[in-house]
């Protein structure tokens, strides 16, 4: 079966826009997380998903930053008004269920640039 | 809070030979340990969990790992690495309880191999 897949795999933007980054989980996993690898803080929790609520969002950086997740499947991350230091790889990770004995499979993430 | 450290940013070794990447973590009760391997441009890839029971794990591509609570360490290992094993090793803790369903990662061990 497919793996986790993320799009677009490369977002350069400018700076005080908007974009938008898309996880597609793996079928049947109704766990969904989003992280952020950066070079200065390596990788971080950003916001965990059981089916369409978010029980967890506290690793969102600022009230730029919002997700949400529909049909209980694909979630978009969206950062509004972009900043530099919003540069990084977004990583999202998939689990069978709810709970951490259920191993994240990760997709290749997403590398976005801000100018 | 939970929390990992990983030592060692960057670790050096010839083809064949043994390799150890330490892993040492904080938290209150048993914890999930994992390590993932990431290779550039790549996402994570699981290479062996810990959650109870025995406390030597196998891994894929031959990596084990042991688990000493003595310590709080959860030690990766190859009794002989390949050129292909050059990458990014992160090691993980999550939460044993429900509602906490996050990893804490370490920021990471960048392995190379030299002929």
């Known amino acids: 079966g497919a793996g986790v897949s993320q799009s677009p795999s490369n977002k350069v933007t400018e700076k005080g826009k908007d974009v938008e980054l898309r996880c597609d989980p793996i079928s049947g996993h109704t766990a969904l997380y989003w992280y952020r690898q950066s070079l200065g803080q390596g990788l971080e929790f950003l916001i965990y998903?059981?089916?369409?609520?978010?029980?967890?969002k506290s690793g969102l950086p600022s009230d730029r930053f919002s997700a949400e997740r529909t049909g209980g499947s694909v979630s978009t991350l969206t950062i509004q008004r972009t900043q530099q230091e919003d540069s990084a790889v977004y990583l999202c990770?998939?689990?069978?269920?709810?709970?951490?004995?259920?191993?994240?499979?990760f997709g290749d993430g997403t590398r976005l640039s801000i100018l | 809070a939970q929390s990992v450290t990983q030592p060692d940013i960057h670790i050096t070794v010839s083809e064949g030979a043994s390799l150890e990447l330490r892993c040492n973590y904080s938290y209150g009760a048993t914890p999930y340990l994992f390590w993932y391997v990431q290779s550039p441009g790549q996402g994570l890839q699981l290479l062996l969990k810990y959650f109870s029971g025995d406390t030597l794990v196998q891994g894929i591509k031959g990596f084990e790992a042991e688990f000493k609570r003595s310590q709080s360490s959860f030690n990766l290992r190859k009794p002989s690495v390949h050129w292909s094993d050059a990458a990014e090793y992160f090691c993980a803790v999550g939460n044993s309880n429900f509602g906490n369903e996050k990893l804490t990662f370490g920021t990471g061990t960048r392995l190379t191999i030299i002929p």
């Open positions: 998903f059981q089916g369409n609520s978010a029980p967890d």
């Open positions: 990770a998939s689990s069978f269920s709810r709970g951490n004995n259920q191993p994240q499979h």
